[in-house]
């Protein structure tokens, strides 16, 4: 499986080589990297380039680089995966965005997001898709709150990679059902 998703204005594709310089620049950019750990250097951006291309090569979806019809040919990233780590809610599988600043603001993460969602419902027969993002990230909540995914706070949950005291450690957690009338192709 090698899929690419078309929305109308976006194209979810597989990584090409001429991406990895975009999304170097991007991860060192403080505006996107706000509610991570940091920045990231050169060579930890090009590792995590390579380690997302391979497994969307390989599975078909996964950390999708986003097109924008007859514009930027890397806007940023909508990604499919597996939650990478173990919490009350695990094993689970989650959906994620993260854009190039200049891109923001038009509607583009809740377009891709909900391509993928819709993907992750229709094609690989989830039964629930999660999100998650530190609570002070209100800008990525907003994505979610847009795509009709629900929030219970008895869902949140401290990042087990992130220390005690840590400014992102509190994390919220947003449930999407496949039953939920608000995907349509579900
Ligand atoms: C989180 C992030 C993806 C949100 O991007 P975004 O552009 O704000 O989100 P959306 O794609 O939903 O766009 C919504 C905005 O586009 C506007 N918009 C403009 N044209 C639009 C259109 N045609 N359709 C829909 N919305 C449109 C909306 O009014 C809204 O504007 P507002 O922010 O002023 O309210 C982005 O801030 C980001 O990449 N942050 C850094 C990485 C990150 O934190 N990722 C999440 C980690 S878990």
């Given at each position: 499986?090698?899929?690419?998703?078309?929305?109308?204005?976006?194209?979810?594709?597989?990584?090409?080589?001429?991406d990895?310089?975009e999304?170097?620049?991007?991860?060192?950019?403080?505006?996107?990297?706000e509610?991570?750990?940091?920045?990231?250097?050169?060579?930890?951006?090009?590792?995590a380039?390579?380690?997302?291309?391979?497994?969307?090569?390989?599975?078909?979806?996964?950390?999708?680089?986003?097109?924008?019809?007859?514009?930027?040919?890397?806007a940023?990233?909508?990604?499919?995966?597996?939650?990478?780590?173990?919490?009350?809610?695990?094993?689970?599988?989650?959906?994620?965005?993260?854009?190039?600043?200049?891109?923001?603001?038009?509607?583009?993460?809740?377009?891709?997001?909900?391509?993928?969602?819709?993907?992750?419902?229709?094609?690989?027969q989830?039964?629930?898709?999660?999100?998650?993002?530190?609570?002070?990230?209100?800008?990525?909540?907003?994505?979610?709150?847009?795509?009709?995914?629900?929030?219970?706070?008895?869902?949140?949950?401290?990042?087990?990679?992130l220390?005690?005291?840590?400014?992102?450690?509190?994390?919220v957690?947003?449930?999407?059902?496949?039953?939920?009338?608000?995907?349509?192709?579900?």
């Amino acid at each position: 499986m090698n899929a690419i998703i078309e929305t109308a204005r976006l194209i979810l594709r597989p990584w090409r080589d001429a991406d990895v310089d975009e999304w170097v620049a991007m991860s060192a950019d403080p505006r996107v990297m706000e509610f991570f750990a940091s920045t990231q250097e050169r060579a930890d951006a090009e590792t995590a380039a390579a380690v997302m291309r391979e497994r969307m090569d390989r599975n078909g979806f996964g950390w999708w680089a986003l097109d924008v019809k007859g514009g930027a040919s890397f806007a940023g990233v909508i990604a499919l995966q597996d939650v990478p780590f173990e919490a009350p809610f695990t094993p689970a599988f989650e959906v994620g965005w993260r854009l190039a600043h200049e891109h923001w603001g038009r509607g583009y993460a809740t377009e891709g997001a909900r391509a993928a969602l819709e993907f992750a419902f229709a094609e690989l027969q989830h039964e629930e898709v999660v999100a998650m993002t530190a609570a002070v990230n209100l800008r990525s909540q907003m994505v979610m709150r847009r795509l009709g995914m629900t929030h219970d706070e008895t869902d949140d949950f401290d990042h087990p990679r992130l220390a005690p005291g840590h400014r992102l450690r509190r994390h919220v957690l947003y449930r999407a059902s496949r039953h939920d009338r608000a995907f349509s192709s579900s």
